[in-house]
């Protein structure tokens, strides 16, 4: 099975810019959908950006769009999460998760459709 190993995470000022990564062994990033989750204080773990497997469209919540980018690097086995224009509500513990195949849109907010997922990594967005 595919492990995932997150790490990039960080102390940011608003408007900086940041970049996470999730490294896979076990497995073939391209072969899985990685989604990128994020839970902030007092609140519940929350979609935040896709890449289907075997594509390179993306799909991003409304609160991320034009400011963050999910991408996969095959050499490298890995995919990144840029944040650009970060802003204090950003202020997160961001995960990684992969599920074999491609899943369909309705299923790539459903955290239960993800089968691994790496450690979190903190992101703090503060001036």
């Known amino acids: 099975d595919v492990q995932l190993q997150a790490c990039g995470g960080g102390l940011v000022q608003p408007g900086g810019f940041l970049r996470v990564s999730c490294a896979a062994s076990?497995?073939?990033?391209?072969?899985?959908?990685i989604g990128w989750f994020r839970r902030a204080p007092g609140k519940e773990r929350e979609g935040v950006s896709f890449?289907?497997?075997?594509?390179?469209?993306?799909v991003n919540a409304n609160s991320v769009k034009g400011r963050f980018t999910i991408s996969r690097d095959r050499a490298k086995n890995t995919v990144y999460l840029q944040m650009d224009r970060l802003q204090p509500e950003d202020t997160a513990v961001y995960f990684c998760?992969?599920?074999?195949?491609?899943?369909?849109?309705?299923?790539?907010?459903?955290?239960?459709?993800?089968?691994?997922w790496g450690q979190g990594v903190q992101v703090t967005v503060s001036s």
């Open positions: 998760a992969a599920a074999k195949g491609r899943l369909i849109t309705s299923k790539l907010w459903v955290q239960a459709s993800y089968d691994h």
């Open positions: 076990g497995g073939t990033v391209n072969d899985y959908t």
């Open positions: 890449l289907r497997s075997g594509e390179s469209g993306t």
